[in-house]
Nanobody, 124 residues
Framework: QVQLVESGGGLVQAGDSLGLSCASTRTLSFTAMGWFRQAPGKEREFVAAVSWSGSSTDYANSVKGRFTISGDNAKNTVILQMNSLKPEDTAVYYC??????????????????WGQGTQVTVSS
């Protein structure tokens, strides 16, 4: 069974940086991997993703310029480097992986596997 394991969450202050890592327990061919987040009382939202098929990345407007996604397709790993963190970035961050993409990789339904989530809390 494929499992995605996230790590790197924690409590930081506004303006700090934090790196999140995600790794798959199985060696599979993923078309894309990404990060989503969900704050209490909010719906899960897209943060960033990398499509190795098209060698491209995409970011939510709210994090563009502050977050950077990178990874290793061969190793099925992905990293989300978060800089200039803001209190509004506080959420549980989920790693996701897609075997195939039929549409936009910012869409939750495109992903086949999800991690358990890691909490990121940014204080003022």
């Amino acid at each position: 069974q494929v499992q995605l394991v996230e790590s790197g969450g924690g409590l930081v202050q506004a303006g700090d940086s934090l790196g999140l890592s995600c790794a798959s327990t199985r060696t599979l061919s993923f078309t894309a991997m990404g990060w989503f987040r969900q704050a209490p009382g909010k719906e899960r939202e897209f943060v960033a993703a990398v499509s190795w098929s098209g060698s491209s990345t995409d970011y939510a407007n709210s994090v563009k310029g502050r977050f950077t996604i990178s990874g290793d397709n061969a190793k099925n790993t992905v990293i989300l480097q978060m800089n200039s963190l803001k209190p509004e970035d506080t959420a549980v961050y989920y790693c996701a992986a897609a075997r195939r993409l039929s549409a936009h990789y910012a869409t939750t339904g495109e992903y086949d596997y999800w991690g358990q989530g890691t909490q990121v809390t940014v204080s003022s």
